[in-house]
């Protein structure tokens, strides 16, 4: 893994494609991702972007953007002025194109200065987006500053199952993230399993039972819609339909993800969003 220092202009990007329906912000503390050759990165969209990429193999590198907190304190201000100029709410999604609690997290601390920069200035809504149990190392300034804006922490729990067939391991256990779930939730700290990109469930009402357990709500996103392509293309690409089929043969078609959803919305009842509208904070099927 190669990491290096960078510094970033404005680390406060307006949201677009996907992200747009479900925010007006993102926020990249690092670039690049320390997942990238884990389960998680072999069908990430991100490996896609050319520009994140600029020649580099996805999973290989780690830039660390060691003024993003002084960055989201100079434009915190502007970019909040140009959301509710739009008549929208200042919402911030951290993040979309890396990990947040990287191992790297630990001594760089780029998320943890984010979020006490936030205590100073906070958006009006911020979505935590992480695939990682070290998110219950930030409890002290993750459940203070959901006082101050409405927060959620997203954890992306993608099955009960912790490999795909031919796939390499997730960069964390799925016991491992269930338990981080549950902490973050006792310490009164918004949490939504965020099941994407959907990955065939071995038992799936044991899984969603355990789900509404450990949290408020649940979003299912199907790699058909919800990897930033209408079809799914930039998934096909990958070795992730296939090792998918293998377990499953239904599972790589988008009416596993509403046949999934209804299991989900008999343990949870109008906690159960889908795609975009899910991200967003919509739930419930009507």
């Not at 660390?64 to 970019?79: F, L």
């Not at 960069?171 to 491992?176: K, L, M, N």
């Not at 990897?227 to 799914?232: A, C, E, K």
């Not at 009416?255 to 967003?280: C, L, S, T």
Request: proline share 7%.
């Amino acid at each position: 893994m190669d990491v290096t220092i960078a510094q970033i202009g404005n680390v406060l990007t307006r949201a677009s494609g996907y992200l747009k329906p479900v925010c007006s912000h993102s926020l990249q503390p690092y670039r690049g991702c320390s997942f990238g050759r884990s389960l998680c990165g072999v069908g990430c969209y991100v490996r896609h972007n050319g520009h994140v990429l600029r020649g580099r193999e996805w999973g290989t590198f780690l830039e660390v953007r060691a003024n993003a907190a002084d960055s989201y304190r100079r434009h915190v201000d502007r970019e909040r002025r140009w959301a509710h100029g739009r008549g929208g709410c200042f919402s911030i999604f951290l993040s979309s194109a890396t990990e947040p609690f990287p191992p790297q997290e630990a001594s760089a601390g780029v998320t943890r200065s984010v979020l006490e920069a936030m205590h100073e200035s906070p958006p009006d809504e911020l979505i935590l987006q992480t695939h990682s149990p070290a998110v219950t190392r930030a409890i002290d300034v993750i459940e203070p500053l959901s006082r101050k804006c409405r927060l959620r922490v997203h954890m992306s729990i993608e099955s009960d199952r912790d490999r795909l067939p031919g796939l390499a391991p997730p960069a964390s256990r799925v016991e491992e993230r269930f338990e981080a779930c549950a902490a973050l939730k006792e310490a009164g700290v918004r949490t939504v399993v965020t099941v994407s990109p959907l990955f065939p469930i071995a038992d799936p009402e044991a899984f969603f039972e355990r789900v509404a357990a450990c949290a408020d709500a649940v979003v299912l996103d199907h790699f058909i819609g919800g990897d930033g392509s209408p079809d799914g293309g930039r998934t096909r690409r990958t070795a992730v339909p296939e090792a998918m089929a293998r377990v499953d043969p239904s599972s790589t078609a988008l009416e596993y993800r509403d046949r999934m959803a209804k299991v989900a919305e008999r343990r949870m009842p109008g906690r159960v969003g889908i795609g975009a509208a899910g991200f967003a904070g919509r739930y419930g099927r009507g």
